[in-house]
T-cell receptor, first 112, second 118 residues
Framework: DTAVSQTPKYLVTQMGNDKSIKCEQNLGHDTMYWYKQDSKKFLKIMFSYNNKELIINETVPNRFSPKSPDKAHLNLHINSLELGDSAVYFC???????????FGPGTRLTVL | AQKVTQAQTEISVVEKEDVTLDCVYE???????LFWYKQPPSGELVFLIR??????QNEISGRYSWNFQKSTSSFNFTITASQVVDSAVYFC???????????????FGKGITLSVRP
């Protein structure tokens, strides 16, 4: 059983398009996150939600809009995609903020 | 602000050698948590260990061991008798102590690429 799942695994799109990445966790966790891993493998927090409430918004352009319809789901919508958005996006979840975060398999986004 | 430094960027060893991956952290909090994650070539992030700031005991899990020293703000990871399957990028990370709120984020080091040659 997959604990944290993301779809799609790969996303190739043109500049200017809008795309979404979905994340679901079946661990019963209250907190979910989005991280971005750049081409140099550096991982950085983008957003976190606790029980559907936005907690962290780490100076991410407002073209990125997370949405949490319930505490098991955290989706990421990106408007007007730019070349610099190409990266691997990881979803994660934890029971509470300081607990272990478990990561999804990642979504590799390529903007052409 | 919290910071994690992994000064080594790439390490290459021959199978069966022992290897230590260094991690130094900075935080103003007295309560914090340290983590190691492994990212194999397949790309997923695999949790290895979580240690809280009040527990300085070293930990051993099979061929893996961790040395936490508050005096030097270090949380080093040793792989004994390395194997080819240990080849991966290893990340050290820090989370400050709040159960919710902005401090719950993980701050990652830049990662260490470990290559184990047969």
């Amino acid at each position: 059983d997959t604990a944290v799942s993301q779809t799609p695994k790969y996303l190739v799109t043109q500049m200017g398009n809008d795309k979404s990445i979905k994340c679901e966790q079946n661990l019963g966790h209250d907190t979910m996150y989005w991280y971005k891993q750049d081409s140099k493998k550096f991982l950085k927090i983008m957003f976190s939600y606790n029980n559907k409430e936005l907690i962290i918004n780490e100076t991410v352009p407002n073209r990125f809009s997370p949405k949490s319809p319930d505490k098991a789901h955290l989706n990421l919508h990106i408007n007007s995609l730019e070349l610099g958005d190409s990266a691997v996006y990881f979803c994660a979840s934890s029971l509470a903020g300081a607990d272990t975060q478990y990561f999804g398999p990642g979504t590799r986004l390529t903007v052409l | 602000a919290q910071k994690v430094t992994q000064a080594q960027t790439e390490i290459s060893v021959v199978e069966k050698e022992d290897v230590t991956l260094d991690c130094v952290y900075e935080t103003r909090d007295t309560t914090y948590y340290l983590f190691w994650y492994k990212q194999p070539p397949s790309g997923e992030l695999v949790f290895l260990i979580r240690r809280n700031s009040f527990d300085e005991q070293n930990e051993i899990s099979g061929r893996y061991s961790w040395n936490f020293q508050k005096s030097t703000s270090s949380f080093n990871f040793t792989i004994t008798a390395s194997q080819v399957v240990d080849s991966a990028v290893y990340f050290c990370a820090l989370s400050e102590g709040a159960k919710t709120g902005a401090n719950s984020k993980l701050t990652f080091g830049k990662g260490i690429t470990l290559s184990v040659r047969p």
